[in-house]
């Protein structure tokens, strides 16, 4: 069983549209990291948002904390090719030093 | 200026053979990891060290062996190497044990048994 279930398993979408990738559980993380991963490459990080309700703007990007803490939201508006990558929602329970990562969503930005 | 390296980053081998994957921070970190992704990209961890103490031993098989000579390097070490070991692995660093640190993650390495 996933702890952190993510979706949509995949999305392709045009330049310019808008998204929402969602990551639930049914268990409460004390925080809640997003990476992305290109190709070829290691997730990097892109936000961690530690409150219940936070909600945290990267330019296009806006990331939410559910409110108890048990899920969380990734918008993009107008994407762009450059969002393409795989998104990965990671979460940290109490003072454990384990991270538990979601289960991923693939994104395809076309022109 | 590479803050986490990984190498090789492709492996190629043979069903039994013992290989090992090496890792370098120059971030000064204290804690580093050891990630599998397998081919539904999923990415689980499975070992971590924090100043050279193994502080998270997932259930992963006893063929696999973390040594961290130094807080700056992670390496792993794996025996008679299994079809299902293909994976991509991924070494992490950050500072502090706290899983809610950022993470720093090198560029894999692709391990694929024939």
Redesign the interface.
Same mark, same amino acid.
Do not use: D, I, N
């Given at each position: 069983t996933?702890l952190l279930e993510q979706s949509p398993q995949f999305l392709s979408i045009q330049e310019g549209e808008n998204l929402t990738v969602y990551c639930n559980s049914s268990s409460v993380f #004390? #925080?809640l990291?997003w990476y992305r991963?290109e190709p070829?490459?290691?997730?990097? +990080?892109l936000v961690?948002v530690?409150t219940g309700g936070e909600v945290k703007k990267l330019k296009r990007l806006t990331f939410q904390f559910g409110d108890a803490r048990k899920d969380s939201s990734l918008h993009i508006t107008a994407a762009q090719p450059g969002d393409t990558g +795989?998104y +990965?929602c990671a979460g &940290?329970?109490g $003072? &454990? #030093?384990? +991270? $538990?990562?979601g $289960?991923?969503t693939?994104l395809q930005v076309t022109l | 200026d590479t803050a986490v390296s990984q190498t090789p980053k492709y492996l190629v081998t043979q069903m039994g053979n013992d290989k090992s994957i090496k890792c370098e921070q120059n971030l000064g970190h204290d804690t580093m990891y050891w990630y599998k992704q397998d081919s539904k990209k999923f990415l689980k961890i499975m070992f971590s060290y924090n100043n050279k103490e193994l502080i998270i031993n997932e259930t992963v098989p006893n063929r696999f062996s973390p040594k961290s000579p130094d807080k700056a390097h992670l390496n792993l070490h794996i025996n008679s190497l299994e079809l299902g070991d293909s994976a991509v692995y991924f070494c992490a660093s950050s500072q502090g044990r706290a899983a809610s640190q950022p993470q720093h993650f090198g560029d894999g390495t692709r391990l694929s048994i024939l």
């Open positions: 996933q #004390s #925080s990291q991963q070829g490459e290691g997730p990097v +990080l961690t530690v +795989l +990965l &940290a329970r $003072t &454990a #030093s384990k +991270l $538990t990562f $289960t991923g693939r | -």
